[in-house]
């Protein structure tokens, strides 16, 4: 982080290079400078603070209906008025935020862990290893995406576990041949060898060496496959083998919204809105960490 | 080149194997009894023994999976376990030429829509234009297929009622399917156009033609375009299978009796020999057309020699 933010100073003023800069000051820069991802990423701070303490602030439950109060407008009681069961649509809404975040944010750390740890494995070692491990990678990336989740969840039923497991399963194998490539060239520098004349064992090197060497590589991955996640799992909510009812999530919410369209727009727009600028955000924010970190990124003037 | 065509498809054949053998292992961890589910109420433990035998599931794994590939050689699909009476691969054969219908339709409209935009943003670079097609490609590749074609259907069939909500028969319900199913590769066809005009821009050929006085439009047309053309034609190839999968969803909200609509019966009915043969269909054909995109672009490429 430290070493690719002086290098960015180099990149676009190079009389400032050598002059030390705290964080938070190169952070004011880089959000002044990279308006876009600056929004997004204050979007999604905002977000994830309101899916935290949302839904125990606004007094009701997602689940708590009030059939005399069907299709409300936005009110001082319902912020955001109610859906076709009279539920406050805020709380919904935020509970939904909450669903989204925890499924990809649980299947983000699963691919990305087992991702690492097959890709380094499979780029340290090389040879019929690295062979026999990329072939079962190229397999699953065979497998068109959204389907390997849709035939998991169909097959063993829409948990929220089962959901997790099959976007894990979807998403691993792309940052293993990431994080392989990398390992690959990482394995022939010097400061490996030397680590190996030294005299340290290959977990070592893995762990001290390897890892923290593509770090970047699986920040900026993560940041981008949460988009991904996200609207993977409200895909499978909206086709009906995702979150089941009455628990709310995005896609099924979007998906409940259609019988409604003509006459309740809302309905559609809360959920879409909030699902469309998560998904962007994430997207906007993972490439300018990758415009940040990744310095033969950068030169593509991205 | 022919060898090159050797390998690949012979690195594609060991993976729809082991595409068959995960769908599969899948079929069989599911839970339930499929000898169950088919009797229903008539299940006795001697009638379902008799079934097991003739559906051939009391046989070793190993034994079943090579019975499965052997039906599969045969394009055998079996038959639905909910509808005995129902061949999968009748359902299959019915349902599939929509979808593919959809995905083709979708993607030659995006071909020259996102070429259009494309070059469009490449000649006009950090113009207005470009500002404009570049925020429309962000918004393309991100925003969900229910979100825009939800957005379509209030505007175009409710607001002005022009088309229908949803249906099948007609050409007028082909016009928001294609449509929804073609934002997300214009939008990916147009960026890589794009980028790809771009660069040829920037060739010392483009700048030798320039000053030797060719008009502005017989550059682009004869030097620009041709050479920006090879990754062009290849992202076309690729999104034609990703809209085969984008077909799902959009076969869901416009209610399509194409195969996005049988595998999610399946699902419903938990039918598994049908559930097994869409998510292999769609993998055959996404594999085949990646197959074609990586011989086509070794065909075209005459840089690339393996």
Redesign the interface.
Known sequence: MHISIRASDTDRAPAAASRPRSRPDALARWARRDRPAAAAAAFLVLLVLVALVGPAVTRSTYDREDLDALFQPPSAVHWLGTDQFGRDLLTRVLYGARISLSVGGAAVVGESLVGLAWGTVAGFHGGAVDQALM??V??LI??????LA???T????PSLANIVIALVLTAWPATARTIRSEVVSIRQREYVDGARAAGASVPRILWRHVVPNVAHLLIVRATLDV?FLV?AE??LS????GVQPPRPSW?QM??E??QY??SH?AL?VIP?SA??LT??SF??VGEALGALLDPRCRRGGA | MARYVVYRVGMAVPLFLGAALLIFVAGHLAPGDPVQTVLGDHYTPAAGAVLRHQLGLDRPLPVQFARYLGDLARLNLGTSYVNPGLRVADLVGHALPISLRLAGLAVALAAVVGVLLGVGAATARRTILDSLIQVGVVLGLSLPSFVTAAVLVYLFALRWPLLPVAGWGAPANYVLPVAVLAISPVAFIARIARASVGQALLEDYVRTARSKGLRASRVLFRHVLRNAALPVVTTIGLAFGNAIVGAFVVEVVFNIPGIARVAINAILQRDYTVLQATVLVYTALFSLVNLMVDVSYAYLNPRIRY
């Open positions: 072939r079962i190229d397999l065979g497998f068109p995406t959204i389907l849709i035939l998991v169909g097959i063993f039923g988009s609207l409200a895909t909206f086709i009906g083998i896609g979007i998906y919204s259609f369209l003509r727009p559609l879409a699902l469309s998904v962007i997207n906007v």
